[in-house]
């Protein structure tokens, strides 16, 4: 089994940024497909950031592309999320996942949070104007 547990979330103005962590409390990710979401009140869990199990490719969300950075750190057992830029609508509570891949002969990453088997409980991202 494996925990995760987030970190690095706050109340920061617009134009700034924040990094969110993502450790394995218990257990190991190393090669674990993971993922960054985020869920807004009244609104649906959606995909932000994800990366693969080697840390060779990395996805984003349309909506945060350029801004947002996915990164890994397999000896320290973390991913991370360097977030710059922030916009109002980044405000959300920012939740890691992870998920052994199916394969690993591909680096595919999903955007669905249905796909992902572990999560961690989440850390609040607030954004003023």
């Known amino acids: 089994q494996v925990q995760l547990v987030e970190s690095g979330g706050g109340l920061v103005q617009a134009g700034g940024s924040l990094r969110l962590s993502c450790a394995a409390s218990?257990?190991?990710?190393?090669?674990?497909?993971m993922g960054w979401f985020r869920q807004a009140p009244g609104k649906e869990r959606e995909f932000v950031a994800g990366?693969?199990?080697?840390?060779?490719?990395?996805y984003y969300a349309d909506s945060v592309k350029g801004r947002f950075t996915i990164s890994r750190d397999n000896a320290e057992n973390t991913m991370y999320l360097q977030m710059n830029g922030l916009k109002s609508e980044d405000a959300a509570v920012y939740y890691c996942?992870?998920?052994?891949?199916?394969?690993?002969?591909?680096?595919?990453?999903?955007?669905?949070?249905?796909?992902?088997?572990?999560w961690g409980q989440g850390t609040q991202v607030t954004v003023s104007s």
């Open positions: 218990r257990g190991t990710v190393v090669a674990y497909t």
């Open positions: 990366i693969s199990w080697s840390g060779g490719r990395a």
């Open positions: 996942a992870a998920v052994r891949p199916r394969s690993f002969l591909s680096d595919d990453v999903s955007v669905m949070p249905a796909d992902y088997d572990y």
